[in-house]
């Protein structure tokens, strides 16, 4: 069941357009990430899913309701929508409690709710405190609650941990996603944090240029983007040339299998992830033949030199370049644990498959 749909949505600003038909489901009870760049369009788009804004065309509609659309508008303190903005933007003169009963009837301010709300975000006991006495990760789910507390047929959250360090920001998101599982909440979560998107959301829907590129479950986005663009903003990327013949596709690295999605036989950009390569301890001399790349009983082995290396300690980022080719760009390595790896060292790879692929126009 769709709890929000968004069709044919357009918005401009002046001259400027800002959405260009912007296309949308959200199920019920599902947590959907709008994932883009710094520009794209993220928070207008949520803002007309509020109300704040009037869309030029298209519609919205929540759940059977039309609220926005040709001839209709509902305005939005009608919607039942919670917001969670990035500050969390709180009232200061008032403490948590009556922070998060604020949208309620007066009559249902003092009830049992609040506090059942608050100990549902993990704040029980801290009616009393004001905001000014909380940590950020605690305004923030002062700030959830709130939008929780109205019953809203969908929560918007608009860039909520952007003001956090990056532990609480890791530790507060994973606690939202726990409570909205509970709660069974259908969100919408706007963000151009990656990372965020694919370990708190169902289904992310990549925003660029005014449109939805793609809209997918993360593990569906990640393994299998819908055009190069789209593989370059999700994760790292390697994006190299290779020749497709329909049965597989030889690169640098040699013949590798391809996704069920094939292309059409001739050039291709071959996708590979930083953890699909992975260090040979030994390779046999390469040949010109083999484009630097040599075989063995593993598949094929390309020379390279590490450029730089990036170590976080559970794993390292390599950036190598290939031997055979010093005028191409760096690849990308991503290697789990073991020693750092001094720039200048000479590596070998072997990729493993199957990899994603699209035709060269």
Request: aromatic letters at 4%.
């Amino acid at each position: 069941m769709t709890q929000l749909a968004v069709t044919g949505v357009h918005k401009a600003f002046g001259d400027h357009p800002v959405l260009t038909g912007v296309d949308l489901d959200v199920p019920a009870g599902s947590l959907t990430a709008i994932l883009g760049p710094s520009g794209s369009g993220k928070t207008t788009l949520l803002r007309v899913l509020a109300g704040f804004e009037h869309a030029d065309s298209g519609t919205v509609r929540i759940g059977a309701t039309v609220a926005d659309g040709p001839g209709a508008f509902v305005p939005p303190e009608r919607r039942r929508i919670g917001y969670v903005p990035q500050e969390g933007s709180l009232f200061p003169h008032l403490n948590v409690a009556a922070n998060v009963s604020f949208g309620l009837p007066a009559r249902e301010r003092r009830g049992p709710g609040t506090e059942a709300l608050l100990e549902s975000v993990g704040l029980a006991g801290l009616g009393r405190r004001y905001p000014h006495q909380l940590s950020g990760g605690q305004q923030q789910r002062v700030a959830l609650a709130r939008a929780l507390a109205i019953q809203p047929t969908v929560v918007l959250l608009d860039e909520p941990f952007a003001s956090l360090d990056a532990h609480l920001r890791a530790s507060v998101r994973a606690d939202v996603r726990e409570i909205f599982r509970a709660s069974g909440a259908t969100a919408v979560l706007v963000t151009h944090d990656q990372d965020e998107a694919l370990s708190m959301a169902d289904r992310v829907a990549v925003l660029r240029d005014g449109r939805i590129a793609q809209c997918a479950a993360p593990q569906e986005l990640y393994a299998c983007p819908a055009d190069a663009d789209v593989a370059r903003f999700i994760g790292d990327a390697n994006l190299i040339d290779g020749i497709c013949d329909g049965g597989g596709v030889d690169t640098m690295f040699g013949r590798l299998p391809l996704e069920p999605a094939v292309p059409s036989p001739g050039p291709v950009t071959v996708l590979v992830r930083p953890e699909q390569l992975v260090l040979c301890d030994e390779a046999p001399a390469r040949g010109p033949a083999d484009g630097g790349a040599a075989r063995d009983g593993a598949g094929a082995v390309l020379a390279a030199r590490i450029v730089a290396c990036e170590y976080y300690g559970h794993d390292a980022v390599l950036r190598v370049q290939p031997e055979h080719d010093p005028a191409a760009a760096p690849i990308i390595v991503r290697t789990s644990g073991g020693p750092q790896l001094p720039p200048g060292s000479v590596v070998r790879l072997a990729a493993k498959g199957p990899v994603r692929a699209w035709s060269r126009g």
